[in-house]
């Protein structure tokens, strides 16, 4: 089975500071992907990367950066410079990659992030 | 126009009624999903369809059943809704591969159920 665990449920930063939101998996799948959704006050779910189990390259996107590490199941998104328009809920999720459990995803718990002004 | 759309957006029922949530996109998907969200929980699969004719039940089918009328087409329903379905509700789609957006679901609004 395939869990997904981030351990912050809440986090509450001043506007600038950087912020790290960690996420750690567990699978027995050796093919899979990783995925980071935004989900705002409005509460729709806003697609922000997804991560190949094969690539290992830590990717950055203007001021959100995430760090894959294998060797310790890791992938962990950074908001470098928080603003306001960050605050939302955050969740890291999995997917098999093959096999009849192809495409499902396995969501973490999701972590509540609030930037003041 | 968004590419997977759900109705109704909002429904308050009392227990025991019967409620389908319909979901309809787009995308040309041929895979098809429905999630729950509850706080502190995240999102959890309640069924999920590769095709009109395969369908299958996901981490939390119990109380649910649906119906994939046609590609396009995913409903979720309560047979006899009780309070703690109090939830989210998602739809999403996917495609099968070949392409950028491979394994990555595309998310409808969500249907917000309260159950009195």
């Known amino acids: 089975a395939q869990k997904v665990t981030q351990a912050q449920t809440e986090i509450s930063v001043v506007e600038k500071e950087d912020v790290t939101l960690d996420c750690v998996y567990e699978?027995?799948?050796?093919?899979?992907?990783l995925f980071w959704y935004k989900q705002p006050p409005s509460g729709e779910l806003v697609f922000l990367i997804r991560?190949?189990?094969?690539?290992?390259q830590n990717e950055i996107s203007g001021r959100y950066s995430w760090n894959f590490q294998k060797s310790t199941s890791s992938f962990n998104f950074t908001i470098t410079a928080s603003q306001v328009v960050d605050s939302a809920v955050y969740f890291c999720?999995?997917?098999?990659?093959?096999?009849?459990?192809?495409?499902?995803?396995?969501f973490g718990q999701g972590t509540i992030l609030t930037v003041h002004p | 126009d968004a590419d997977v759309t759900q109705t109704p957006r909002n429904r308050i029922t009392k227990t025991g009624k019967r409620i389908m949530l319909e979901c309809s996109q787009t995308?040309?998907?041929?895979?098809m999903y429905w999630y729950r969200q509850d706080p502190g929980l995240g999102l959890r699969l309640i069924y999920y369809?590769?095709?009109?004719?395969?369908?299958n039940k996901g981490e939390i089918s119990d109380g649910y059943s649906v119906s994939r009328q046609a590609q396009a087409k995913f409903s979720l329903s309560l047979e006899s809704a009780i309070p703690n379905q109090t939830a989210l509700y998602f739809c999403?789609?996917?495609?099968?591969?070949?392409?950028?957006?491979?394994?990555?679901?595309?998310f409808g609004p969500g249907t917000r159920l309260t159950v009195l």
């Open positions: 991560r190949n189990s094969f690539d290992e």
């Open positions: 999403a789609t996917s495609d099968q591969g070949g392409s950028r957006s491979y394994n990555e679901q595309f």
């Open positions: 995308k040309g998907h041929d895979r």
């Open positions: 699978t027995r799948d050796t093919t899979y992907y």
């Open positions: 999720a999995l997917s098999y990659a093959g096999g009849t459990s192809y495409g499902k995803l396995t």
């Open positions: 369809s590769f095709d009109v004719k395969d369908i």
